[in-house]
């Protein structure tokens, strides 16, 4: 039976460094749950702390109801899928799959069906009796998939199953991996650093900064409204302005630094009059309108579905430190392409841009939640 | 010089040159010795007479039977000893594992003879221990016949097993350790379900280096064996014939050995075809801290070990300091031993290193030029090549011996008795060896460099010699250091073949052995141990690890 997990307040650390200084999140039943975040924010660390292959040095870790931090591995009934596989090469495809099933001393009848029907799920039953040597990276995948979930584990645990992949091959995995658990209904937690599968796979996506959760939510939330910058530059691309906050009048509006107003109606009440703010725009969310900011393109990049177009603003518009200033034009409805050089005027789309604090720590928009259940 | 089939450039020479003096070498010795055990002493007339003989005398047959008995019962024990040590060495951290490590190749590295030597100072009839011991009343059982072999081969040969599998366990990816256990398998059920699985390949072959070794030794049996007949004494002394023997009922003996290490040699090459698999780690095993009284019995298992292994090496040079008077030892210390080495037995240290220096040297460019020739130039005349130079796998040293003997005994090439003799034994016995790994090295040489050099002008030759050999040779040369160190040890073929004025220092320590006077052959036993030591050093320091599986 596939069980929730509550990870409540905890602390890893080696030595005197501390990787996860304080993290909780509930994963519900059932559901794909990823965790994403840059290269050593810890993410294969938490894993691995709900696996049992790592201590947990404060706060607890249940499944249902069950504290787990003292069960070793062995006894937690999990499914993992290691990034390199980790698939046994002494044993062929089926024996590998048959192994959990030994361990649980299933009986053998029941085993064959299990194993048949779980190779036919992962579509790997023609290479049953090989050795897993002889198997193409895809191929391995699946074995190790179907050796972790034929065990019927409580939850299914992921790092990076994909990033040995090469890019086709990662895109078909990425809809085996989905269909399958969904097929099974069995609670999973996944590791990426590539937030395009995270987005593409996940029920509810929690992105992770430094051992620290930014925000939990929905692939459409995480995208669509960012709870800080951090979120909202790390997943896609987003612009950032500064601004000033205006309260005059029904409606707030924030206020470009070249004094271009935009009229923002789902703003937070809290907002003050004069507030600084750092207003994101996504590339997909600017349009050409006369009565838009001005700028000038310094480069651009075709890329068939749309151009990319690398801007430069007056000074003291956007914050520093910001890889590129970007607009994505689609083709789908476009006049003309521009040149590198020209002047081009962009308007920001008011539904869409979000707007956060000057410490670019929290979203200003209404009913952004940091976690979302 | 072009010839309508043959182009006769640099490689084709070189092959052909390498083809006749295998076909010198190494096929006519063979065959000859094959024949010889066809042939009537007396008469000279074909028969089958000598295998009729051997295997209807219970005295021969036994000798056979013996040797398996033995052989079979040191692989096991080195393996019971062995693989525990590979495994806590290699999962638990172990205080003073580097010099572990050193004392463990030491005693790996120094010949089972002075091991058998050692333990006779021991535990033999005159024994320290066993005077000792006598001395409060205490008999020892005797160290002498199956017993004692059994002790000198068991805890020289397990260092080999014990090498072998930890250089596997180190191929082993944490994450399928972590695997078994995410499906729900810990403790000795993984150890026995996945992590002894994964090495078993491995073991195999190490297991079946310790049944070749132990099956073609003369050292130790003849030092420590007496009443037990094995095979290579028994031919030894057929062949020296002290007794009577018959060089032609030797060479049907040695035949039958021959006949016996090929048939296990091939059921494990087939097994390892089938059987193995490639593995690399990403995260190698990381030991752990083993503390309470499973940590204390790790560590007195290791240490015991580790002393019963290296004490024995003690016992040699303590004795070569020792007072003698008329061999005899007497109370206190002297350097009298080591004059007397220097006096009559200089020579024997001058022939060790002047013919393995050779030995090495051909070895080394027979080595790689072979070793070109079946990774580069692949086709069926390289390809008889490789495998005929794979031969000295299977010819037991003391057979060796024999065959160059009864190859080389007449005109045109009577070569018995010859500096030279020595020498080919010595590159017969480690060629194979050599050649392995510098085909192994080869493998991760792109060939694009050689081209490149070649496109810029340059001759095949050169090329070969500028480009791939210098890339080549500081792989190719951290092993002939090793195999420069079996090689200054080598006792089974030389003591087959030496004269007087040919005798190596192994020779000579079982020459002094053999005549009881034990100070001498302490000191020459020293100064072989130092040599191995320091070469063992340089080994270190040139390859940049411990890494000694050959
Ligand atoms: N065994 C360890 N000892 C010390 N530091 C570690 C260990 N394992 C991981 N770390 C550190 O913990 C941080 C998080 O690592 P990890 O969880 O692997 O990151 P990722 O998010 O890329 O999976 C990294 O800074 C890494 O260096
Ligand atoms: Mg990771």
Not at chain 1, 12 to 38: C, R
Request: proline share 4%.
């Amino acid at each position: 039976m596939s069980v929730s997990i509550g990870i409540g307040n905890v602390v890893k650390k080696y030595g005197d460094l501390t990787i996860i200084p304080d993290l909780s999140a509930y994963i519900k039943n059932g559901e794909f749950f990823t965790l994403l975040g840059p290269s050593g924010c810890g993410k294969t660390t938490l894993l691995r702390m709900i696996a049992g292959f790592n201590s947990i040095e404060g706060g607890t870790i249940k499944f249902d109801e069950e504290v787990i931090n003292d069960i070793p591995a062995q006894k937690r009934n999990i499914g993992m899928v290691f990034q390199s596989y980790a698939i046994f090469p002494h044993l062929t495809v089926r024996q590998n799959v048959e192994y959990g099933l030994k361990i649980r001393k299933v009986p053998k009848d029941k085993m064959k069906d299990r194993i048949d029907e779980i190779l036919k799920v992962v579509k790997i039953d023609e290479y049953q009796d090989r050795l897993p040597e002889r198997l193409s990276g895809g191929q391995q995948q699946r074995v190790a998939l179907a050796r972790a979930i034929v065990i019927h584990p409580q939850v299914l645990l992921m790092d990076e199953p994909l990033s040995n992949l090469d890019a086709k091959l990662r895109i078909e995995m990425r809809s085996a991996i989905r269909d399958v658990q969904k097929q099974v209904g069995i609670t999973t937690v996944y590791v990426t650093h590539d937030q395009e599968e995270a987005l593409a796979i996940s029920d509810r996506i929690a992105v992770m900064k430094q051992g620290i959760i930014q925000q939990i939510g929905s692939p459409q939330d995480i995208y669509a409204r960012p709870y800080n910058a951090f979120v909202s530059t790390f997943i896609g691309h987003s612009n950032l302005f500064f601004g000033t906050i205006k309260k005059q009048g029904d409606v707030p509006t924030v206020v470009f630094s070249n004094g271009y107003q935009v009229s923002m109606p789902n703003l937070v009440d809290t907002v003050t009059e004069g507030q600084k703010a750092v207003i994101s725009v996504r590339p997909e969310e600017f349009s050409l309108n006369e009565e838009g900011l001005e700028c000038e393109i310094i480069s651009r990049t075709f890329l068939g579905k749309y151009t990319n177009y690398f801007l430069r603003f007056p000074d003291g518009m956007v914050l520093d430190n910001q890889p590129s200033i970007e607009y994505s034009q689609d083709l789908g409805h476009v006049d003309r392409i521009f040149g590198v050089g020209e002047k081009i005027r962009l308007r920001p789309n008011p539904n869409k841009i979000n707007v956060f604090t000057e410490d670019l720590e929290r979203s200003l928009i209404k009913d952004v939640k940091k976690y979302d259940e | 010089m072009t010839n309508k089939k043959i182009r006769w450039d640099f490689w084709t020479i070189v092959t052909v040159v390498i083809l006749a003096l295998f076909a010198i070498f190494l096929l006519y010795p063979l065959i000859s010795l094959f024949l010889s055990g066809f042939k009537d002493t007396e008469t000279g007339i074909w028969t089958m007479d000598n295998y009729a003989r051997f295997f209807s005398k219970k005295y021969y047959k036994s000798a056979l039977l013996n040797s398996f008995k033995l052989t079979i019962s040191v692989t096991l024990v080195a393996i019971l000893l062995g693989v525990p040590l590979a495994y806590f060495m290699s999962f638990y951290k172990i205080k003073g594992k580097g010099i572990l490590e050193i004392l463990f190749i030491i005693s790996m590295m120094s010949p089972n003879f002075i091991g058998a030597y050692s333990w006779i100072l021991l535990l033999g009839r005159s024994g320290t221990v066993t005077q000792f011991l006598k001395g409060m009343g205490i008999h020892m059982p005797s160290i002498y016949g199956f017993g004692g072999m059994l002790l000198v081969f068991a805890l020289k040969l397990y260092p080999f097993i014990y090498m072998y599998v930890s250089g596997a366990l180190k191929k082993i990816d944490v994450a399928l350790s972590e695997a078994a256990e995410s499906l729900g398998c810990g403790g000795l059920r993984k150890v026995f379900t996945v992590i002894m699985p994964l090495v078993t390949p491995t073991l195999i072959a190490a297991a079946l280096l310790v049944f070749m070794n132990c099956m073609a030794d003369f050292g130790t049996p003849a030092l420590i064996g007496e009443g037990y007949r094995v095979m290579p004494t028994l031919v030894y002394s057929e062949f020296v014939g002290e007794t009577g023997g018959s060089a032609n009922f030797a060479a049907c003996m040695a035949t039958i050995m021959v006949v016996v290490t090929a048939t296990i040699f091939l059921i494990q090459k087939w097994y390892v075809n089938t059987k193995s698999f490639a593995m690399s780690s990403m995260r190698p095993i990381q030991p752990k801290a083993v503390h309470g009284i499973k940590g204390f019995l790790i560590h007195l298992y290791i240490y015991l070990l580790a002393a019963t292994s290296i004490i024995p090496q003690c016992m040699v040079i303590y004795t070569s300091f020792r007072a003698t008077k008329m061999q005899v030892f007497v109370d206190g210390f002297s350097l009298e031993s080591y004059r007397k080495v220097f006096s009559t037995a200089v020579q024997s240290i001058k022939n060790t290193y002047l013919y393995c220096l050779a030995a090495i040297v051909i070895i080394i460019v027979l080595g790689m030029l072979i070793a070109y020739l079946a990774v580069r130039r692949k086709n069926w005349l390289t390809n008889i090549i490789d495998t005929i130079a794979m031969f000295p796998y299977i010819v037991p040293g003391s057979v060796l011996g024999i065959t160059l003997l009864i190859a080389f005994n007449h005109p045109p090439m009577m070569l018995a008795g010859s500096a030279i003799i020595m020498i080919i034994s010595l590159v017969i016995r480690r060629q194979a060896y050599t050649l392995r790994s510098s085909s192994a090295i080869l493998y991760q040489i792109s060939p694009s460099m050689e081209e490149a050099a070649i496109s810029l002008g340059d001759s095949p030759s050169m090329s070969f010699v500028k480009v791939t050999a210098k890339m080549m040779l500081p792989g190719v040369a951290s092993g002939a250091i090793l195999s420069w160190i079996t090689l200054i040890n080598e006792l089974s073929s030389s003591v087959m073949l030496y004269t007087a004025g040919t005798r190596t220092m192994s020779v000579a320590i079982y020459n002094e052995v053999i005549r009881a006077s034990y100070g001498t052959a302490a000191a020459l036993a020293t100064i072989l141990t130092i040599t191995t030591v320091v070469s063992l050093l340089i080994f270190f320091k040139v390859s940049g690890n411990k890494d000694v599986t050959m």
